[in-house]
């Protein structure tokens, strides 16, 4: 089977060390520097999609746990994993660093069109595998929004205040799309990370 790849670049803007969820955009329908287009409604996956440190399969670091499919993008939830093994520290480390910059789905295409006049290819209809931190950067628009230091049960647990809407997770107030969502607890989260660009390689 034949991986398809595409990159987006991570810019961190805030991180919170007690947890490692983080919010922002896998994919948007914006051509790569390859000359392809991923069309985000056109994604097929199944919750948790697993998060890979350089897309290898022998290095996973955590689940994308949420995602949201609209015109402008997939909006997903990812956490990466505590207390587990020292190689997953250091990718955390890395990523909060800046040394890992890139965030990159590992897909499969299902239905692709040739772009006229172009190398480049449309996938109109793609298999979500996995989802990879990874030091590749890329394609402009696609943005981490936030990555969220409490859930609003547990920000209300711990400090008797109500949350603010105009903190709320873009994801979960989006009017369009569909949102997809694991029944976990709710967890402390971190707070944000940005995405800016997609490439394509083949392996």
Do not use: C
Not at 50 to 67: C, K, M, N, T
Not at 108 to 131: A, C, H, V
């Amino acid at each position: 089977m034949t991986m398809t790849r595409a990159y987006s670049l991570l810019e961190i803007k805030e991180i919170d060390e007690e947890s490692r969820r983080i919010t922002g955009i896998a994919s948007t329908p914006k051509t790569d520097r390859a000359g392809d287009i991923v069309m985000p409604e056109g994604a097929v996956f199944t919750l948790p999609i697993p998060f890979l440190y350089q897309h290898d399969s022998r290095q996973p670091i955590g689940h994308v746990i949420e995602a949201k499919v609209s015109k402008k993008g997939i909006e997903i939830v990812a956490e990466i994993a505590q207390g587990v093994h020292e190689d997953i520290d250091k990718a955390w480390k890395y990523i909060k660093a800046g040394l890992v910059r890139g965030l990159s789905i590992g897909f499969r295409g299902i239905d692709t069109e040739q772009i006229p006049n172009s190398w480049g290819m449309i996938f109109e209809k793609w298999e979500w595998l996995e989802l990879s931190a990874v030091t590749i950067p890329a394609n402009a628009d696609a943005t981490i929004q936030s990555i969220k230091q409490y859930d609003a049960e547990a920000l209300k647990a711990a400090t008797g205040a109500e949350p603010n809407p105009a903190d709320a997770d873009p994801a979960a107030t989006g009017k369009e799309g569909r949102v997809v969502k694991l029944d976990a607890p709710a967890r402390d989260r971190a707070k944000p990370f940005i995405i800016r660009s997609i490439k394509r390689t083949l392996s």
